[in-house]
C-alpha cells in the first residue's frame, strides 16, 4: 500500500462540549496541526501525537482519543458528533473522512494524555480525565 498523508487538528486536553443543536465542539488553548499517514495504526498514532506535545512515549502515558465526524450540513453550519477512536479502523476512517468524504471540512481529534504513573507527572501535562467531558443538553 502506498503511504499517503493528511494533516488534522489535534485538540489536547480539552473539553467536549454538547451544544444547544446537539452538535459537539471540541475546545482546548492547546492545539497543534499533525501529519498522519493511511498507514498509521491506533499506537502509531498515540505516540505521534504524544510526540508533537511533549516528546513522551506510551510506556509514560495513556493516550485516549476521540475524533469528530460530520453528520449533517444544515444551510451554512455543520453539526458534528464525537466519536471514541478505539482500533486502526478508526485511523482508516479519520484518514478516508479527510480526504475524500468531507475533504472540505478539517479533521480534528481531541487527545487526552494522563501519566501511566504518579511520580511522572510534569504539571504541563497532567490532565484529569473525569472532566473532560462539557454536557449540555437541553431536553425542552
Not at 492547546?30 to 505516540?47: E, H, P, V
Amino acid at each position: 500500500m502506498t503511504s499517503t498523508t493528511f494533516t488534522v487538528l489535534v485538540y489536547f486536553n480539552g473539553s467536549i462540549y454538547v451544544e444547544d443543536n446537539y452538535s459537539d465542539k471540541f475546545i482546548s488553548s492547546n492545539t497543534s496541526w499533525l501529519t498522519i499517514t493511511n498507514t498509521m495504526t491506533l499506537s502509531q498514532l498515540k505516540q505521534a501525537i504524544l510526540k508533537e506535545f511533549n516528546g513522551a512515549t506510551l510506556d509514560d502515558y495513556e493516550v485516549d482519543l476521540r475524533y469528530r465526524l460530520p453528520i449533517f450540513i444544515s444551510g451554512n453550519i455543520t453539526h458534528y458528533r464525537s466519536c471514541t477512536m478505539c482500533g486502526d479502523d478508526d485511523v482508516e476512517s479519520i484518514f478516508y473522512m479527510g480526504t475524500t468524504k468531507a475533504c472540505h471540512l478539517p479533521v480534528e481529534i481531541m487527545a487526552f494524555i494522563t501519566a501511566r504513573h504518579n511520580n511522572a507527572i510534569p504539571d504541563e501535562i497532567y490532565f484529569d480525565f473525569s472532566n473532560n467531558f462539557n454536557m449540555s443538553l437541553n431536553l425542552d
